[in-house]
């Protein structure tokens, strides 16, 4: 079997996979309504049950419990009737982002592998520069043919620095 993702309805729409917080949550809150809703209701319970205590209707705070009760099992079911429904689109969104993953891993291998071939041309390009210079060194022909002024002095024979000053100084 193949690597590749198996395809979608969603495969058109690049805005499905790459979303930011405020579209993921906007996403998932059309996808179940459901849910939300019954947090609200079980908030909605809940608030009735704290003011009916304060108010002392002990039959009110009983009903709005039962109520808080029967909205978090309706949240349940819809957590896990939703969970039914979309487990395809978590598939393939775990199939694309692990596709996805392993795309920017294989182009952060290529970037570096060409990086270090980059590296290892201007290795080579140094190297044969440094043997070219060595190589006309070695025959006098290149960067170190030149001499300098002291050189001169210095090849003649019996000369030292202070000589060659007196002799310069008698000119």
Same mark, same amino acid.
């Given at each position: ?40 209701? &079980?908030? $909605?319970?809940?608030? *009735? ?6 108010? *002392?209707?002990?039959?009110? &705070? ?7 009760? $029967?909205?978090?099992?309706? &949240? ?8 039914? $429904? $979309? ?10 982002? *692990? ?46 043919? &030149? ?25």
């Amino acid at each position: 079997m193949s690597g590749a993702p198996l395809p979608s309805s969603f495969d058109d729409d690049i805005d499905f996979f790459e979303e930011n917080r405020w579209q993921k949550f906007s996403r998932k809150l059309k996808e179940e309504p459901l849910i939300p809703l019954g947090c609200g209701l &079980t908030c $909605y319970a809940l608030l *009735g049950a704290t003011r009916s205590i304060r108010a *002392g209707d002990h039959a009110n &705070t009983n009903r709005m419990f039962r109520a808080r009760i $029967y909205a978090q099992g309706f &949240t349940l079911l819809a957590i896990v009737a939703g969970s039914v $429904y $979309y487990s395809g689109d978590r598939d393939r969104r775990k199939q694309y982002e *692990g596709v996805k993953a392993e795309k920017k891993a294989k182009e952060k291998n290529e970037a570096w592998i060409r990086e270090l071939e980059a590296r290892d041309q201007e290795d080579k390009e140094w190297r044969a520069q440094r043997e070219v210079v060595r190589k006309s060194v070695r025959d006098g022909t290149g960067v170190g043919a &030149t001499r300098s002024a002291l050189e001169n002095s210095e090849m003649r024979e019996g000369l030292g620095m202070l000589n060659v000053i007196k002799q310069l100084w008698r000119r």
